[in-house]
T-cell receptor, first 114, second 114 residues
Framework: DTAVSQTPKYLVTQMGNDKSIKCEQN?????MYWYKQDSKKFLKIMFS???????INETVPNRFSPKSPDKAHLNLHINSLELGDSAVYFC?????????????FGAGTRLSVL | GENVEQHPSTLSVQEGDSAVIKCTYS??????FPWYKQELGKGPQLIID?????GEKKDQRIAVTLNKTAKHFSLHITETQPEDSAVYFC?????????????FGGGTRLMVKP
């Protein structure tokens, strides 16, 4: 069983479209995250979310929004896609307790905006 | 916010040699320092982590050291093997209510030559 799973693995779309990436974790964690990895491999936090708090990295455009239907899922919605949104997006999860906050990552979704 | 610098960006070693990767961080409040290994086409995988109340931690061929005064931490891999070839990332965070948002270093591409 995959602990953190993302779908789709690859996403190719046109500029201006709206798309979603789904993430599910079966680890019983209470906190989930989205990270963006650019073409130079830089990994940057986008969001951190649990049922108490959403923390947004201030550099993330408001075209990006996380949606959590329940504790096990955190989906990423992107509106009006731009060329610069092309990257690999990783979902991760952890417990919020400071002594048990190891993050586990999904395999990533490679988004290509044409 | 936190800033993490990682060196070197690429490292080539002969099989059996040791590899050392170094990171510095800027926020003295950071208290959790994980290291991730990312293989081609996969998500980052935790290999070892250290918390601020510990100066050194070892797990078989991998060790991490932390100097809180100088705000730097290092990854040591001994007896390297070809399967150690990957991109390694250091990260730093301060645990909060919404888990911990990791700030990553720029990554080190390690190549182990057989």
């Amino acid at each position: 069983d995959t602990a953190v799973s993302q779908t789709p693995k690859y996403l190719v779309t046109q500029m201006g479209n709206d798309k979603s990436i789904k993430c599910e974790q079966n680890l019983g964690h209470d906190t989930m995250y989205w990270y963006k990895q650019d073409s130079k491999k830089f990994l940057k936090i986008m969001f951190s979310y649990n049922n108490k708090e959403l923390i947004i990295n201030e550099t993330v455009p408001n075209r990006f929004s996380p949606k959590s239907p329940d504790k096990a899922h955190l989906n990423l919605h992107i509106n009006s896609l731009e060329l610069g949104d092309s990257a690999v997006y990783f979902c991760a999860s952890s417990q919020s307790r400071r002594d048990k906050n190891i993050q586990y990552f999904g395999a990533g979704t490679r988004l290509s905006v044409l | 916010g936190e800033n993490v610098e990682q060196h070197p960006s690429t490292l080539s070693v002969q099989e059996g040699d040791s590899a050392v990767i170094k990171c510095t961080y800027s926020d003295s409040a950071s208290n959790y320092f994980p290291w991730y290994k990312q293989e081609l086409g996969k998500g980052p995988q935790l290999i070892i982590d250290i918390r601020s109340n510990v100066g050194e931690k070892k797990d078989q061929r991998i060790a991490v050291t932390l100097n809180k005064t100088a705000k730097h931490f290092s990854l040591h891999i001994t007896e390297t093997q070809p399967e150690d070839s990957a991109v390694y990332f250091c990260a730093a965070s301060y645990g909060g209510n919404a888990g911990n948002m990791l700030t990553f270093g720029g990554g080190t591409r390690l190549m182990v030559k057989p």
